[in-house]
């Protein structure tokens, strides 16, 4: 008997209601089970709800308040798109999703869960990748470079404002024009500084150029990044997000798990970097249109701080982004406490809705609560006092049925996970990190020739050269110095020898001028004239290099 049948043979002798719910979530091929019906307080173990696998790229949102099993019902899904070959990735921000790696722990209340809604539960783990951004954490090392991150997102993690953003794009665009690479953020740090140089201020002229003030907040910003800790989070091996498209040798969808909790107080940072992974799936996978199961789900925790203070541009990404990568067979489901946390363009894609419980103890909650229930369909149930009276690990479901519309609103207990809820043991952690065969493309950073090196070796060679020019001029300051000294020196024994030849005789004046010519020849040779000539000259080339230098600085 197929699982449609066996709801349909159950639903009759439901409440109308009910049974009409109970049709919604008839699924005659592949499906996820999500759980057992709740209707009028009472689970009803015989009608499943269930996500058809084809519907899963359609994308979706998991919200609630904090403690009512948000991170279960990631674990519970993720298990079941990867023992149906869909590999996964899951951002884990407080440490608590790793144990998916590890067969669950039976107990009196996983069997109470799964005797109510009807669970054959096993205990069982999942494929397991784990990463860490910028190696900061348990996990194999994520880092990408500055060029591919792109002016957007950086402008997101830095903080910049609009026209900063802008400024930051004209950086890119240079940058790229140039051949200069921006692999980390020295390099981003070396191309600013260069173009509002007395040397690259013309670069940027024609396009509009880059401002003193704008440029040092940038720099600022970039400089309070790196002290954060922030800086090996760029550099190479770049990720190649291909890597998350991977099955297990079984058949099964590997499920790549990027450990946060060493970064969770960063949270812009780790939000955008998640976007940039998305990103850049979408910028290297091909159109496929829709098929029978997803190629990759992406589950998108903590999303509210994605959109956080972004800008117009960031949101116009993001938005776009979600449209368009369902047809390249991605994904996406994001997580965070209301609907309210997600731009409305946004939440448009969002075809699957998982809701856990609500809480309306302040005014802005009960208007997040009424704000909620206007995003769902029309429902018998009555979801303002429905979303409050939830218990942890329930939920409200809509989602898209098999021809695509949304199936009714259904109240949910939902399964438990079959694998180990809560944080895998550090030593197994470790060892599946060290075990990877990705851990040694991945391991160890590497610094290559780029901007950075590329500028400081132009400035290097500027420098050198005008050393050598100051050098030469100095050394020949110091020539004319010397022989103005000589000449110096000769003129006034010539003078001495003059007034000696009109007050003596032929003789003895000629004799006494070979003298002073032997006398003059001594004085020259002398150790303290040699010293004395360098001296002055030392002190001319000083004043004439200092003018050399300035000079160079207004020609740069």
């Known amino acids: 008997m197929s699982d449609s049948e066996s709801t ?61 099993g948000k991170t279960k019902t990631l674990q519970l899904i993720a ?14 921000i407080k440490g608590d999703v790793s144990g998916i790696a590890a067969p669950g722990t039976p107990g009196e209340r996983v069997a109470e869960r799964a005797g109510q809604v009807g669970q054959e539960w096993q205990a069982e783990g999942f494929p397991c990748e784990f990463y860490a951004l910028g190696g900061i954490g348990p996990g194999i090392p994520l880092r990408a470079t500055v060029t591919s991150f792109g002016p957007v997102l950086l402008s997101k993690v830095l ?27 020295k390099d981003l740090r070396a191309v600013v500084a260069f173009l509002v140089s007395d040397t690259g201020k013309a670069e940027l002229k024609g396009i509009g150029g ?124 994001f997580v965070t406490q209301t609907p309210r ?89 470790d060892a599946a990190v060290k075990g990877s065969p990705l851990y040694g493309s991945y391991a160890q950073a590497v610094d290559r020739e780029s901007a950075y090196e590329k500028l400081s070796a132009g400035q290097e060679a500027e420098r050198r050269a005008a050393e050598a020019e100051t050098a030469a001029t100095a050394a020949k300051a110091a020539r004319a110095a010397e022989a103005a000294d000589r000449a110096a020196v ?14 003596g005789g032929g003789g003895a004046g000629g004799k006494a001028a070979e003298e002073d010519a032997s006398l003059v020849e001594q004085v020259v040779r002398s150790g303290m004239f040699r010293s004395l000539a360098r001296s002055v000259g030392t002190q001319l080339g000083r004043e004439i290099s200092r003018s050399l230098f300035g000079t160079a600085r207004r020609r740069r």
């Open 341 to 429: 946390d997600v731009p409305a363009e946004v939440l448009a894609q969002l075809g699957n809705r998982v809701q856990h419980a609500l809480r309306a103890f302040t005014p802005d909650d009960a208007k997040a609560l009424r704000s909620t229930v206007k995003t769902f369909p029309n429902s018998p149930y009555d979801l303002e006092e429905l979303l409050t009276r939830l218990g942890i690990g329930e939920a409200v479901i809509t989602v898209l049925s098999e021809n695509g519309a949304p199936t009714p609103v259904a109240a949910t207990r939902l399964r438990a996970p079959r694998s180990l809820m809560g944080p895998c043991p550090a030593a197994e952690l």
């Open 210 to 333: 880059l401002s003193t003030a704008t440029a040092g907040v940038i720099l600022r910003s970039i400089t309070a990044f790196e002290q954060q800790g922030a800086g090996d989070f760029f550099g190479e091996p770049e990720f190649d997000t291909a890597e998350l498209l991977r099955q297990a040798p079984d058949g099964r969808g590997l499920v790549s798990v990027l450990e946060l909790a060493a970064v969770q107080d960063k949270p812009q940072l780790f939000s955008t970097f998640l976007m940039w992974l998305l990103a850049d799936l979408f910028h290297d996978l091909p159109e496929v249109g829709d098929l029978d199961r997803p190629k990759l789900v992406f589950f998108f925790d903590e999303a509210h701080l994605l959109f956080d203070a972004a800008s117009k541009a960031f949101l116009e990404s993001i938005t776009r982004t979600v449209r368009l990568i369902r047809s390249k067979g991605i994904g996406i489901f």
């Open 159 to 185: 903080e910049l404002n609009q026209t900063q953003e802008q400024s930051l794009g004209l950086i890119f665009h240079y940058a790229d024009s140039k051949g200069l690479e921006l692999v980390d953020l």
């Open 8 to 68: 349909a043979e159950n639903a009759g002798v439901l409440p109308e209601p009910a049974r009409e719910i109970a049709a919604g979530y008839a699924v005659s091929g592949a499906a996820l089970d999500l759980g057992a019906l709740l209707w009028d307080g009472i689970c009803l173990p015989d009608v499943q709800i269930r996500i058809p696998l084809a519907m899963l790229n359609r994308h979706g949102l998991v919200a609630g308040a904090t403690g009512t």
């Open 490 to 503: 000769e003129e006034a024994v010539r003078g001495e020898r003059v007034r000696g030849c009109a007050g």
């Open 79 to 92: 298990e079941q798109l990867a023992a149906h070959g869909v590999p996964v990735f899951l951002a884990d």
